[in-house]
């Protein structure tokens, strides 16, 4: 019998959290742009209801990446993923039927004997790490910018439009269209 992974969720007032999420079987679904744009309501959608504001992300072809700021001093950090992955999958397991898609077939598993059941997602809650200190904040914005340019995608971060790099990185700051509603780093992230 196999076991599913446990990630044990803590936060402190303060803390920011680093999510990651990666495709079912790491297959790179993520490189089609209406899915992603799909995927960026998602993810403001379950901002707004799990009061997550989302200060950094990457969307690669197999994973995500999120840092995002709780601002509830009792943050559900466990349901917050499960808000973005659930809905979009759903979406996507329309898309397919809909269009008669072979992919249909390679993501949906068969849970239990008599059980099928569509992944889009790796089982599981992926990754959460408390984000706490005015360096790892910086660290893990500039990981998370960094992942497209390390991968071959792009040459720097900017370049990559599915990432909140161009956000930081723009005078004035302005949001995209397309991409998730992208907030300041709280008051003393970086100080």
Known sequence: MQRRKIVRHFHEVGHLHELTFSCFRRMP???????????????????????????????????????????????????????????????????????????????????????????????????????????AVAASLEYIHDNPVKRGLCRQASDWKWSSARYYLEAPRRQHPGLPVIHDLPEGALT
């Open 29 to 135: 679904l993520l490189t089609n742009d209406v899915w992603r744009e799909r995927l960026a309501r998602c993810i403001s959608a379950a901002g707004d209801e799990e009061a997550m504001e989302l200060v950094g992300f990457v969307f690669m072809p197999e994973h995500v990446h999120l840092l995002v700021h709780p601002t509830s001093p009792t943050p559900a950090i466990g349901r917050y993923p499960a808000r973005i992955k659930q809905p979009f999958s759903r979406q996507i397991r329309g898309l397919l039927e809909e269009s008669g898609s072979p992919l249909l077939s390679e993501l949906t598993v068969l849970e239990r004997p008599g059980k099928t059941c569509f992944r889009f997602w790796l089982e599981g809650p992926g990754f959460d790490r408390n984000v706490f200190s005015a360096e």
